[in-house]
């Protein structure tokens, strides 16, 4: 379970806010707040993860990919200087959590000067680039003393200044000259000699051998950087990382270079020593005693011979060694380069192994938790009239792969069908799955064998198509087939047999009142709203499912009977973790119903237990600089140890009052 999250420049929040996580998880606030702020945070961390892609913006068009509109759609204040900072605090069975945090953002063009300088010329070109710079020098200034001749000036060309420094002007000066033009040829005379050798200077530089080729180059170079800083940069990077337990940093990197990897900036050099209380490879044996096995960070952090401050020098990180990013998952770079590693310093054989073993680790516990996100957006697709031909695609979102396991999963629709039965949602209906054909029936009939109609043989395998579902075309004249496999119908069947089930099914509503089956389009838009939550609900295991306004189209008392399924859920054998959105009054009212029945011994049996401890209460409050995150405690009795800000569920007292 993921115990908290830190957020920075996302979205809504401005300034960094820590948003602890229990079990159960609420969060309420006014429209357009920042509540889904942190939900969104998840469902770019996992598509990160997932990917191995920054972006904040996908074109998969599924209900659970990012669509923020870019990076500047998901930094707050949509200021592209801005970096966003994500952390989490990373669980992990027998050894202690650590956070981790990345800071990720777009280059701007001060940041690329700091990285990358302005190409500088080599000595041959700066000779030739003199020699230009003096000559169109002089010939600036020459002809603005050509333009100023009303002014005196001396026989260089230089301006001759009163007792005042004032400029002198000619009708003041006397007759040394007999006309305005005269004066005005005084000047060009002058200068054209001097113009002349500055001219045969630069011409002198640029006979040179091949240097007109080296200059070209070097003004291509220099155009190039010019694009290159002008460029607005759409493709976010991360730009620093950092792994710690409670405050004390283990391993921190930051970008240096516009490409490659991350620099060490502090490792600690207690590492190594560290690394067995917190690296989960490690084999418990019988005969170890702990804290081998380590349950919280503060037995870690209570070990003050392994926690000293010093960390290794900015002269002995080597340069060499660094942390490479796909998305979020960080991987060492060029630890390999050291093919024999020294005993002592950062490149000794035991800090670079201890690196990489705490890399691997972070990696291993980033997939594996935040690939246990489930996101259900505030509008959940309807399904199809029919699933008969909808197939597993890893593309799908977490709405339609919920329908697909309730079609599948006979044990889940029993579950399902347990849950929206009478005595729990009572909501009148029960799901079957009705099969039409087996595969092998349907193969038959599409690759034309004897006695199948003409229209039948007209149907083709596509498999060019990325979606299967469009996988079967009709030729007609108007728009004829891409290329497809007909001429090798067994290569077409093997295919079609990975990717469709062997029999065929389709998921059906049955009306309990009435006796009748209708689809879930039939039916009111809460059900179609409801039962993709219920399915992640009963059918995921520790996993983190993060649903926006799960109460959506429902009544109040099947809001407050949904809090009994996420404490089920929650608490009872599949241990998720559940984080909602929500302005629902019932909902929460359920909630602190069951932890009073708790403490006062109250709970019907067959209830799981629930303590403040396992509900967290989160209020989003906006602000002129971003919004803030502030806990409501709940207390043994089920009540809040504060009030709610601005008042939040006064209305209906005063409605009623």
């Known amino acids: 379970m993921i115990r908290h999250i830190t957020l920075a420049n996302f979205k809504a929040f401005g300034s960094a806010q820590q948003v602890p996580l229990r079990p159960l998880t609420l969060i309420f606030g006014p429209n357009s707040g920042g509540k889904s ?67 990720v953002g777009l280059w701007t063009r001060e940041q690329k000067q700091r990285v990358r300088s302005k190409p500088e010329p080599h000595n041959e070109i700066k000779g030739w680039l003199a020699a230009k710079k003096e000559f169109i020098d002089a010939e600036d200034e020459a002809s603005r003393r050509t333009m100023n001749a009303r002014w005196v000036v001396d026989d260089k060309g230089h301006a001759v ?40 200077k630069w011409h002198n530089e ?85 804290p081998w096995v380590v349950t919280h960070p503060a037995q870690v952090l209570s070990l003050e011979d392994f926690w000293s401050d010093e ?68 509008l959940r697709d309807l399904p199809p009239r029919s699933l008969l ?71 083709r395998y596509d498999l060019s198509r990325e979606s299967y579902k469009t996988g079967f075309e009709k030729e007609t004249h108007y728009a004829p087939c891409p290329p497809d496999f007909w001429d090798d119908k067994e290569q077409a069947m093997l295919l079609w047999n990975t990717r469709l089930p062997r029999k065929l099914r389709d998921l059906v509503l049955h009306d309990l009142k009435n006796n009748v089956a209708v689809s879930s389009r039939d039916v009111g838009v809460g059900i179609s709203q409801l039962i993709p939550v219920v399915i992640h609900a009963l059918a995921e295991k520790e ?52 932890v009073r029945e708790t403490t006062e011994g109250q709970l019907e049996a067959g209830r799981h237990p629930l303590r403040p401890e396992d509900l967290c209460i989160l209020y989003v409050q906006p602000g002129d600089k971003g919004s803030e995150v502030i806990e409501l405690p709940v207390t043994p009795d089920g009540d809040f140890t504060r009030p709610w800000p601005n008042g939040f569920f006064d209305e209906r007292s005063a409605d009623l009052f």
Not at 246 to 272: D, I, N, W, Y
Request: hydrophobic letters at 35%; proline letters at 4%; charged letters at 30%.
């Open 543 to 594: 996993a983190t499912i993060a649903v926006e306004q799960p109460e959506l189209h429902l009544h109040p008392a099947l809001q407050a009977k949904l809090g009994d399924l996420f404490i089920e859920s929650a608490l009872g054998p599949n241990r998720n973790q559940f984080i909602l959105e929500t302005h629902s009054e019932h909902l929460i009212l359920r909630l602190l119903r069951r």
């Open 161 to 200: 200044l009163d007792e005042k420094g004032d400029l002198i002007e000619r009708e003041f000066f006397g007759d040394d000259f007999s006309s305005m033009q005269e004066f005005h040829d005084c000047i060009v005379q002058e200068w054209d000699l001097r113009l002349t050798a500055l001219w045969q």
């Open 37 to 103: 702020s942190v939900l969104h945070s998840l469902k770019w961390a996992k598509h990160a993860v997932k990917t191995k892609s920054l972006a904040f913006e996908s074109r998969g068009g599924s209900d659970d990919t990012p669509d923020f509109g870019g990076f500047t759609g998901a930094v707050f204040g949509k200021d592209r200087k801005r970096k966003i900072h994500f952390g989490l605090q990373l669980p992990s069975e027998h050894a202690p959590d650590y956070r981790v945090s990345f800071e």
């Open 206 to 290: 640029n006979a040179k051998l091949g240097i007109r080729d080296k200059v070209d180059r070097h003004f291509e170079r220099l155009n190039n950087y010019q694009e290159w800083l002008e460029n607005e940069d759409n493709d976010p990077s991360v730009f620093s990382f950092e792994i710690a337990i409670g405050e004390k940093v283990l391993l921190k990197a930051e970008r240096r270079t516009f490409e490659g990897c991350l620099h060490l900036t502090k490792v600690s050099r207690e590492l190594p020593g560290v690394l067995q209380y917190i690296n989960e490879d490690v084999v418990i044996e019988p005969w170890m005693d702990a």
């Open 389 to 459: 031909m909808l197939g597993k695609d890893e593309r799908l979102g977490a709405v339609a792969d919920a329908w697909l396991r309730l079609r599948d999963d006979p044990a889940l629709m029993n579950e399902v069908n347990q849950w929206i039965g009478k005595g729990r949602l009572d909501l009148g209906y029960r799901y079957e799955s009705q099969v039409y054909a087996e595969l092998s029936s349907i193969f038959e009939s599409v690759v034309g064998e004897p006695g199948i109609s003409s229209e039948a043989t007209e149907l």
């Open 311 to 378: 960390v290794w020098s900015d002269e002995e990180l080597n340069d060499g060694i660094g942390i490479e990013f796909q998305g979020l998952i960080p991987r060492l770079a060029n630890s390999s380069t050291f093919s024999e590693p020294c005993d002592q310093g950062i490149e000794s054989r035991e800090t670079l192994e201890s690196l990489d073993q705490l890399i691997r680790d972070c990696r291993r516990r980033l997939e594996g938790s935040i690939a246990k996100i489930n996101y259900l957006g505030p």
